[in-house]
């Protein structure tokens, strides 16, 4: 088997017998990403309904379904009403503080039969009853972590108590986002991923996942067909209420 | 696995492809749909220009310190838990990743599109290792039923009607299905869900792996990318050297144009970005996960006439508008990448004497370069290539003496001066309408093209004759 000395030193050598095609640099990276958040979070405290509103057109053009309410507490009500239009119940849940508050109580007032995930560590056992539970909702309740105006992309970051599965294996993926989220463009959304990569907090998973609407293809003629593997459909609620703090 | 026959010449391959009616029609819908969505994703997006000459700039960038960020990546992958093999050929890759197979005990592995896997033919090294191997994007899903291979790098299925999708379908279940696209992907939903949740191992390629962070970057729309990466004990990641990228600034970058190059979306709808093994509190991930670096011959092309074709970011956008591809599809070129990087990505792995007629299958019109996100100089590099296959002598004896003889011949004027008048006698008896049509010997090079006939006064006689009579004025 190839070492990683022989397979290093083969690239040096060719590496030596040439200067490249043409000068060239990679993409210019913040120097301190926080300080360049920090900018980007002030001006979007003016431009932010801006930003909103052009998420929401991006967002529903690859097929999202766009909601706005005043508070957290007014979550219940928009989950329970999309749940009744399908005529489902079972729904999958992050751990509460990831969503920003227990919405399991309302939930259940509503009619509904949600699990909330694990906040830490537990068990191989408990892990694999519980992703028989989690293939078996038919909602799956997550935050969002940015919100992409430039494109429609939600982005979600793994970790303890939110797991990958939520917004993955049921059909019908929700998730809740707050002002806090909102950034303008990709090249912004940049920033924060490298500003997250030098923080890292505690609970921290190895997944980062962008999605776009939900899952499609079109490798059947062609024809555009959603669900294949992900969501078939995705929500999104926008909190007007912060809702971390 | 019935494959393209290699053993029937190119031009066979192509002409088979061009008499096929309905294949015809499939390439002509798809690659205009495609070329129309990119357009569109583009002209709405004015920063594309600078953006592409960037990402170009990123990818050269790369390459001239590729040790440091190869370096940085492996650092990275093994600081987070993961381990990294180096495969430098393709039986390499292959035992590494029946040896992980094989120690994890896996039975099944789950797969979402990667070419670096069909490059190195993984599945039937798989299979025969007694592992089952299952493709899970749909369109690979349809052509490993069909026991084909993709004929598209984005689309693997276009050549293939619902009508044949639905009968694959039905012998795989033993039970008839209706051929409508929405009822086939929710057959396909329900039989590879399944799948994922009961696989042992995740197999997967790399769209960009990130050197600062050690992670590794899927794009794809259907969320298979996530399922494998998230569900199976064990995830493998299978890429090529060039695929390393800097840092998350950089691939930003390159997020902005990948999508709107293959299919003319602002975003594919999922991008999925994992760094090494479950962490504690995760509910999911792979117990082990493991990078395999893969040379298979792109190492040499570092400083080799292919470097520019490293940069390739397996988008498929030169494809839709190559004028050959047009017309043949993926098949005819035989190997793993078609179109016009295919040619060159062939080239790369197999060396040059694949490509020998492969080289040809190209009118140099330049169109790849202009629909290539990072700009790619196919047919430059095209051209390097049949210099190579020439000097090689890997053409046929008729068409080097006849490029030789011409050679020498436009290379002096004196030479060239008096062979018009022998070329003029010589060229009689095939002359009809002012074009040699047809050449004994030539036969395969002429039936397809109509040469002009030596003038009876060329331009260089007529010249000669006014700049006389300009001085006798």
Known sequence: ?245 | MSETDLSVPFRRRAGEALRDAHLQEALTIATTKFIGLQREAFGEFPEGDRLRDLAREIKEATLQRLDRYLGELVDNVERLGGRVHYATTAEEARRVVLDIATRTGARMAVKSKSMATEEIHLNEALEAAGVTAVETDLGEYIIQLAHERPSHIIAPAIHKTKGQVADLFAKELGRRVAADPEVLTQIARGELREKFLRADLGITGANFAIADTGTVVLVTNEGNGRMVTSLPRVHVAVMGVEKVVPSMTDLMVFLQILAKSATGQKMSVYTTLVRGPRRAGELEGPEEFHLVLLDNGRIRQLAGTLREALYCLRCGACLNVCPVYRQIGGHAYGYTSPGPIGILLTAMLEGPASVKDLAHASSLCGACVDACPVRIDIPKMLVELRHEVAAKRLAPWTERVAYGLLARLLASPRLYRWAKPVARLLQRPFVRDGAIRRVPLFDEWTRTRDLPAVAARTFQERWRELVKEERSQ
């Open chain 1, 1 to 245: 088997m190839t070492t990683r000395a022989e397979f290093f030193s083969r690239i040096s050598a060719e590496m030596a017998k040439t200067r490249g095609l043409f000068p060239a640099r990679t993409a210019p990276r913040p120097a301190d990403p926080r300080a360049v958040a920090g900018t980007i979070r002030r001006e979007l405290a003016e431009r932010w309904p801006a930003a909103l509103e052009r998420f929401r057109r991006e967002f529903e053009r690859v097929g999202g379904v766009f909601y706005r309410v005043a508070a957290f507490a007014d979550v219940p009500q928009v989950v329970a009403g999309i749940a009744r239009e399908r005529e489902v119940r079972r729904l999958v849940a992050w751990d509460a503080r990831e969503l920003g508050g227990d919405l399991l109580p309302a939930l259940e007032a509503r009619g509904l039969d949600p699990v909330a995930m694990p906040p830490g560590e537990v068990s191989a056992e408990e892990r694999a009853r519980l992703r028989r539970v989690v293939a078996d909702a038919e909602l799956g309740l997550t935050g969002a972590d940015l919100a992409i105006a430039e494109t429609g992309t939600l982005v979600l970051r793994s970790g303890a108590g939110r797991p990958r599965s939520t917004s993955l294996l049921p059909p019908c993926h929700i998730a809740v986002f707050d002002r806090a989220a909102l950034v303008e463009s990709l090249g912004q959304a940049g920033v924060v991923l490298e500003l997250w990569h030098r923080e890292e907090p505690p609970g921290t998973g190895g997944a980062v996942n962008f999605i776009t609407g939900p899952s499609r293809t079109a490798d059947i003629e062609l024809t555009l067909t959603r669900g294949v593997h992900g969501p078939k459909e995705v929500h999104a609620i926008f909190v007007e209420a912060p809702l971390h703090g």
